[in-house]
């Protein structure tokens, strides 16, 4: 007899909609991650230090303001009712999430040198504005999915969509940004700006039906809320959560893995412009090898975590595949062998990608059976503050080894030295990164599909 938790209760239309928000996230992260970096240090002229000292103020906040963000808003509005509990916050973060994108391009005409701090202010206040409103959009975006799509076969099929959608937002940030840059012309970062801000509004628009939340899951929570004697502080809440192992598992790889993400992502535009040594447009070619590639082997990932029932392991499978693909990268030196090698990248990539949701609702499932109640926005909030430690990462790397190399900010070409310290960004620290992710994901994440199980049959029982 089928219980109601393994029912399919939303079409694949209403699971890609909800697909669009990612495209709406990675689309942002692609162009941001490829230019904020690159446009103050190479475009601007900015030192390397002062960019990255800003990059790691930017991090700090965008770490620490996710879970805050999660518990604030894991509560009951006046607005919840009618309009659902996560679908409204969406939509207010959503919107100057996207403008705010535009501004950091947009800093005041001085001097690199005379100002330095005018332009690092600039710098800090941009980047973090943006990711006030990027926190409020993803904490609750994200919590949407475990509480709205709950059978295994939803949530297979749904981050099979939602990846595949998300990769379409990927290609978009990939292949738009660079049509419209040209090195050396800082104002052309504008222009691209402006189309990104046009695509992602598109791509929040489609995403409304698949955000919206049933009214049987609305009434649920609300029916399950007024049972609570009272709130739980954010401390006590954060301090359960990370109690919780196969949690506390899941987000240190999920940092390391987004670690490997940003460098690779940020390090597309030096590779092309001081490596290969080719034109802005370029970029294009090395990211649809990585797209083609993403998209070519998705449907076999799910086919497999289908097939196994068990998405510890293909995971497992997935993020070993990917540490060990992103070693070449390091002997990358033409657009050819660019397109090649991230293409391979792309067939391991996907494959992780497509499995860290079903992997993250897992976990979820089994805080509410710990705890008996829903907290999706808050773990999926300190998830956020887990991943946004790739951003500092990410800063700390590059400024490390830009500063140790000689990198000359605003230059046309690059030494020798400082040629190689791009090469080991884009690849070997990664892997680094990546191995070690997948090292701690084995040692300690111990949900098999035995323990899955036993979890969504005591949801059932709890009601919840």
Same mark, same amino acid.
């Given at each position: 007899m089928s219980i109601e938790i393994d029912e399919v209760k939303h079409s694949k239309i209403n699971m890609a909609s909800y697909g669009f928000g990612k495209y709406l996230v990675e689309f942002l992260n692609m162009a941001f991650g490829t230019y904020a970096y690159f446009f103050y240090e190479s +475009?601007? !002229?900015?030192?390397?230090?002062?960019?990255?000292? !800003?990059?790691?103020?930017? $991090? %700090?906040?965008?770490?620490?303001?996710d879970p805050l963000i999660g518990y604030l808003t894991n509560r009951p509005f006046k607005f919840t009712k009618k309009w659902g509990r996560r679908f409204p916050w969406v939509i207010i973060g959503g919107i100057p999430y996207i403008f705010c994108y535009l501004l950091i391009f947009m800093p005041p005409a001085i001097n690199p040198t005379e100002g330095a701090w005018i332009l690092f202010a600039w710098f800090v206040f941009t980047t973090c504005l943006f990711d006030t409103f990027a926190s409020l959009y993803w904490v609750n975006f994200a919590a949407i999915f475990?509480?709205?799509?709950?059978?295994?076969?939803?949530?297979?099929?749904? /981050?099979?969509?939602?990846?595949?959608?998300?990769?379409?937002?990927? =290609?978009? !940030?990939?292949?738009? *940004?660079?049509?419209? @840059?040209?090195?050396?012309?800082?104002? /052309?970062?504008?222009i691209q700006g402006g189309a990104v801000v046009i695509f992602c509004f598109i791509g929040l628009g489609l995403a409304i039906p698949g955000c919206r939340e049933d009214q049987v899951t609305i009434d649920r929570y609300l029916d399950k809320h007024k049972e609570r004697k009272k709130e739980e502080s954010f401390f006590k809440s954060l301090k359960i959560a990370l109690k919780q192992?196969?949690?506390?598992?899941? &987000?240190? =790889?999920?940092?390391?893995?987004?670690?490997?993400?940003?460098?690779?992502? !940020?390090?597309?535009?030096?590779?092309?412009?001081? @490596?290969?040594? #080719? +034109?802005?447009?370029?970029?294009?070619?090395?990211?649809?090898?990585?797209?083609?590639?993403?998209?070519?082997?998705?449907? %076999?990932?799910?086919? %497999?975590?289908?097939?196994?029932?068990?998405?510890?392991?293909?995971?497992?499978? =997935?993020?070993?595949?990917?540490?060990?693909? /992103?070693? *070449?990268?390091?002997? &990358?030196?033409?657009?050819?062998? $660019?397109? &090649?090698?991230?293409?391979?990248?792309?067939?391991?990539?996907?494959?992780?990608?497509?499995?860290?949701?079903?992997?993250?609702?897992?976990?979820?499932?089994?805080?509410?059976?710990?705890?008996? +109640?829903?907290? +999706?926005?808050?773990?999926?909030?300190?998830?956020?503050?887990?991943?946004?430690?790739?951003?500092?990462?990410?800063?700390?790397?590059?400024?490390?080894?830009?500063? $140790?190399?000689?990198?000359? #900010?605003g230059a046309e070409t690059q030494g020798p030295l400082a040629v190689w310290g791009i090469q080991m960004h884009f690849s070997i620290i990664p892997m680094i990164f990546m191995g070690i992710a997948m090292l701690i994901f084995w040692k300690w994440y111990d949900l098999t599909p035995e323990k899955v199980k036993i979890n969504r049959e005591k949801l059932v029982e709890l009601g919840l």
């Open positions: +475009e601007i !002229g900015l030192e390397s230090w002062i960019v990255g000292f !800003g990059f790691i103020i930017f $991090a %700090l906040w965008n770490m620490f303001n475990p509480e709205k799509f709950r059978s295994l076969e939803e949530r297979r099929t749904g /981050t099979g969509l939602q990846t595949v959608v998300g990769i379409l937002g990927i =290609a978009f !940030g990939a292949i738009i *940004p660079p049509s419209l @840059v040209t090195f050396g012309v800082p104002q /052309t970062y504008i192992k196969n949690f506390l598992a899941f &987000v240190i =790889a999920y940092a390391l893995y987004q670690s490997l993400t940003n460098l690779i992502t !940020g390090s597309i535009a030096f590779l092309v412009r001081y @490596v290969l040594q #080719e +034109e802005a447009s370029s970029q294009m070619i090395p990211s649809i090898g990585f797209l083609v590639g993403s998209l070519v082997f998705i449907p %076999l990932w799910i086919k %497999l975590a289908h097939k196994s029932n068990d998405n510890r392991k293909i995971l497992l499978i =997935a993020g070993i595949a990917l540490t060990f693909v /992103t070693f *070449p990268l390091i002997f &990358v030196n033409n657009l050819i062998f $660019a397109f &090649v090698g991230l293409f391979v990248w792309g067939l391991a990539f996907g494959g992780f990608w497509t499995l860290l949701w079903p992997v993250l609702a897992d976990v979820i499932d089994e805080s509410i059976v710990i705890t008996g +109640e829903r907290k +999706e926005g808050i773990y999926t909030g300190i998830q956020a503050f887990f991943g946004r430690l790739a951003f500092l990462n990410q800063a700390l790397v590059f400024t490390i080894v830009h500063v $140790a190399t000689g990198f000359a #900010e």
